[in-house]
């Protein structure tokens, strides 16, 4: 059983890992593999980097500013590619839709969200109509609008649910095309050397994923007694969490074209050196084309 390290960027991550993790997934394939620790980008390069740590569930970004200097980070596979988040106001705002928030500010969290929060913003028409503003600290930025600081914020489950038992109005938006949550990352040098742990690492993950399409009890339940990073969650709270990202899991861990679109944009933002780099060229989906032509996750569904 080799064993690999996959710590994540962002302990959203978890509902899913744990399934993936207590399903067993990854042990069918021969991987022990430790997923249930945080690392910060910086840290995130140099163990990849130095083989301390064979995969990565995130970096979204910084891979596209630092390659132009000769980094070797590589994504080879996307559990995702739709952001779904939902516009959170208090009660008696009188904002109802996207375009009301001219002339409001606009609360958001984070390096990543917050630059997806600028996205959605500008694809809108609204930058320079609105402000802003990045909340910090370890209470949810949705409770800043609670509390008068800020009119809207942008949140993914369970933050929808939770703001409106506080009272606040959730309001639909469309979905917006990112490359964010898990996404299978490492470093080139280990690809070369390791072609047979990559081949079973991404075996593992779609093993995962159709656990959690195909398990619906079970995974709920795995929710509800492992992931308590946004407090105890309740019956109905872990069933809304695990319905949304049931509803965004793609079977073939691909990344779309759009969401690549977007997440290079965003990564120009924070930093123009990402310029000098082809969005498609962190990108490296043969591994899984050869699982998926093999017919492995198509059969995941016929069992």
Known sequence: MDKVQFPYRSDSHLPFLHVVGESGSWEKHGLQVEYNKFISSEDSHKNVASGTVEFVGGNHLSPYIRRPGGDKWVYLGQTVSLLNHRMV??????????????????????????????????????????????????????????????????????????????????????????????????????????????????????????????????????????????GDLDDEAATHLYDELKMILQAKPYASIPAISNVYEISVEQNKAAEKTDPMALWDFHFLRRIDDSGFIDNLYRT
Not at 176 to 204: A, C, N, Q
Not at 216 to 225: C, D, H, N, P, V
């Open 89 to 230: 106001v208090r009660a008696d705002s009188g904002i109802n839709r996207v375009a009301d928030l001219r002339g409001k500010k606009v609360a958001s969290k984070g390096q990543h969200p917050g630059l997806n929060t600028w996205l959605f913003i500008k694809q809108h028409g609204l930058l320079g109509e609105c402000t802003l503003e990045r909340f910090r600290g370890d209470t949810p930025h949705w409770e800043a609008v609670r509390d008068g600081n800020a009119d809207a914020a942008f949140v993914t489950p369970p933050a929808d649910l939770l703001a409106r038992r506080a009272g606040m109005k959730v309001i639909d938006v469309e979905f917006l095309p990112m490359v964010w949550f898990t996404t299978v990352s490492t470093g080139l040098p280990f690809v070369e050397k390791h072609p047979d742990i990559i081949d079973k690492f991404l075996r593992g993950i779609c093993e995962g994923i159709a656990y959690f399409k195909t398990h619906r009890a079970e995974s709920i339940k795995i929710i509800k007694e492992k992931y308590n990073e946004e």
